[in-house]
């Protein structure tokens, strides 16, 4: 266990920095009454968040037989779909067409993005 904890230590250092960031920026501010770019900063922090916390449950999956290669990715793709139905929801605008018409785009974007790592690849080769 010690192992573990040596191994990963500056992956949850940065984590609990990042959470204890999240806890004094959203428990500090009252989105009524801050300037809008705080909005911007509190949503960006917000989509780091959900990026870390979706890398580290992937990481998990391995633990159960399911080894992820791309762990990257598959955690931005994730994250975009976070953010795109966060942002919806905030403005009010959330419903379940929404959500049936993001999966499929974010799914097509995930395996777009390694059509496209691929074909860089082989023009570098020519």
Not at 60 to 72: D, E, H, M, S, V
Not at 77 to 94: H, K, N, P, R, Y
């Amino acid at each position: 266990m010690n192992f573990v904890l040596r191994r990963h230590s500056k992956k949850l250092l940065a984590l609990a920095g990042l959470l204890t960031f999240d806890a004094v920026i959203f428990g500090s501010t009252d989105a009524g009454r801050v300037a809008s770019f705080m909005l911007i900063v509190g949503f960006l922090l917000l989509m780091a968040t959900v990026y870390w916390i979706a890398y580290g449950l992937l990481g998990f999956a391995r633990l159960y037989g399911l080894p992820i290669r791309r762990k990257r990715r598959l955690a931005g793709s994730m994250t975009v779909l976070a953010g795109c139905l966060i942002a919806l929801q905030s403005v009010g605008e959330l419903n379940p067409r929404d959500v049936l018409v993001l999966l499929p785009l974010v799914t097509i974007g995930y395996i777009y993005s390694f059509y496209g790592a691929g074909a860089s690849r082989t023009d570098s080769r020519t």
